[in-house]
């Protein structure tokens, strides 16, 4: 499937090859080539609240900004360059980049073995080969990747969940398998997620039957809503409430993380340099940053 894949489109627009990807929801099969199918949608409401086409704009969106800040860097997509999508999900990420990276240089890794088996089912080949590799991670490191290996990794609404201790030792890892001139795209809770928190706090009190408002919405609005919270996050304090997420993903490490500018410019800057950081909705949903080594090693 990759194969086919990067081989029939790997020369195409983004913009064209992006329209795809969309159009592969409703059909499998584009210009005679294979795509990765889907779970069913009741999975992927269960998963991040959305499905089909509306699942994919966040990936989208996150697809053009590695490949905008790619070319900013002046990084090429080459037969050599390796990409890993950590806390890959169900593969809504990983699948907008078959066309820009080599088959065999593409990885998946999650810590739910359920996701990794429906990667491992959506994107095999008509015979059941598995051109992406989608491992099963623990939730602390190490991986098995060797030192200085990958040029792009991305983690997509992972830090807005990790407790400080695992979120640190995870970014000591992405140090440890990054190239030197490698990136690190994540994406993060921060200011703007305070405020739909805040506004969510006050809806709920003005109406505690809000039926607009879900069981989610009213979590958040509770543990972040409070001008306490945003007084800590004022102070550079890293937030985080162990809620859990079900399964393997238990409370002692998962739960829902706020993480401030002053926090990252404290403990991350030591060892990344910061390419590109913003909290803007109308780019991301969450709070964007990529990171690269900031000196030779």
């Known amino acids: 499937m990759h194969k086919e894949i990067y081989s029939k489109f790997r020369n195409i627009e983004d913009s064209k090859w992006i329209n795809m990807v969309f159009q592969s929801v409703d059909s499998e099969l584009i210009e005679g080539v294979k795509f990765p199918g889907f779970p069913d ?23 053009q900004e590695i490949r905008r800040i790619a070319v900013k860097c002046k990084m090429q997509f080459d037969e050599k360059t390796i990409l890993l999508d950590f806390a890959c999900g169900y593969g809504r990420n990983v699948r907008f980049f ?62 807005s969940h990790l407790s400080e201790d695992v979120s640190l030792a ?53 543990q972040f809503g409070d001008t306490s919270i945003q007084e800590r996050y ?7 409430y162990p809620s859990g997420g079900g399964g393997v993903l238990t409370s002692d490490f998962y739960g829902n993380t706020v993480i401030p500018d002053k926090y990252i410019y404290n403990k991350w800057a030591g060892s990344f340099d910061i390419i590109e950081h913003y909290d803007d909705p109308s780019k991301l949903p969450q709070a964007f940053i990529c990171l690269s080594l900031l000196c030779p090693r």
């Open 41 to 63: 949608d009741n999975i992927q409401l269960r998963m991040i609240g959305s499905y089909g086409k509306g699942a994919l704009y966040e990936p989208k969106m996150m697809y």
């Open 98 to 159: 078959m066309k820009d990276i080599f088959p065999g240089n593409l990885f998946g890794s999650d810590v739910c073995p359920d996701f990794v088996e429906i990667c491992r089912n959506t994107f095999a080949s008509t015979d059941n080969y598995n051109e992406i590799l989608f491992s099963v991670n623990n939730p602390f490191p190490p991986l098995s990747f060797d030192d200085k290996s990958i040029n792009i990794i991305m983690a997509y609404s992972l830090f």
């Open 234 to 240: 004022n102070n550079g304090e890293y937030i985080f």
């Open 170 to 222: 995870w970014l000591k890892e992405f140090y440890r398998i990054l190239k030197q001139d490698g990136l690190l795209f994540l994406t993060l809770c921060q200011q703007n997620f305070l405020n739909l928190s805040k506004n969510l706090l006050l809806a709920n009190n003005h109406d505690a039957n809000n039926h607009d408002i879900n069981d989610y919405e009213k979590l958040i609005a509770k």
